[in-house]
């Protein structure tokens, strides 16, 4: 029962599909890192059937390529969007740590952020554009938000927190660092071994670029 707990916690948390509802507690955050990549796993589900759908419908490359770059927010609710624009309002403001930690605590909206998730949004767009339905290498890129999130838990619980509060902080206090670590070294291993068997050279540039990050 506590994996299911926690399995609804880190869908509940971390997106918006629709999961039972359980209580806030310490006990039932152990292992939702363990299920981070499984929102990953509806984005790329997701992609692949809008894809496979504009294509027998014949729609256009421009709304394939704007709904393609709008699904990741409609299943996260914008949560990872929201941490990314508080980033760029930090970082550009050039001031101390402190301040930037204030900054990113901040509910309203600056330039960076506006800045960046226009860039951001524009620069989706754009390379949606460039994906062609029919290649090898979507395999791979519907697979790219699991390893992204698979990474980002082994992250959670193995570097230092940027502040010692705070939703972030909260996930981590609460997690079984061990088993959070096995889980998110295991889903890495199985998306590498199946991008690289699906596509080596799109799956090899997408792990070199997770490496380099």
Not at 40 to 63: E, K
Not at 161 to 173: E, N, P, Q, T, V
Request: charged letters at 15%; one cysteine or more.
């Amino acid at each position: 029962m506590k994996l299911i707990r926690s399995f609804c916690m880190a869908l509940s948390m971390y997106s918006r599909l629709p999961v039972p509802r359980v209580a806030w507690e310490e006990e039932n955050m152990a292992y939702a890192l363990c299920f981070f990549p499984v929102v990953g796993t509806f984005i790329g589900l997701f992609w692949l059937v809008w894809l496979v759908l504009a294509r027998f419908l014949g729609i256009g490359q421009v709304l394939t390529a704007a709904v393609a770059s709008l699904i990741p927010l409609a299943v996260t609710g914008g949560i990872h969007m929201d941490g990314f624009l508080d980033t760029a309002d930090a970082l550009g403001s050039h001031a101390p740590r402190e301040r930037m930690l204030d900054i990113m605590h901040d509910p309203h909206i600056g330039a960076s952020a506006l800045i960046a998730g226009v860039s951001y949004m524009l620069l989706s767009f754009a390379l949606w554009t460039q994906v062609d339905a029919a290649a090898p290498a979507l395999f791979v890129l519907a697979l790219a938000p699991m390893l992204s999130r698979a990474l980002s838990a082994l992250a959670v619980v193995s570097f230092k927190s940027a502040r010692g509060d705070g939703l972030l902080a909260s996930f981590k206090k609460a997690a079984d660092v061990k088993t959070v670590r096995v889980a998110a070294l295991l889903w890495i291993l199985a998306l590498a071994a199946a991008m690289l068997w699906r596509a080596p050279l799109y799956g090899g540039a997408v792990l070199l670029t997770a490496l380099v990050s």
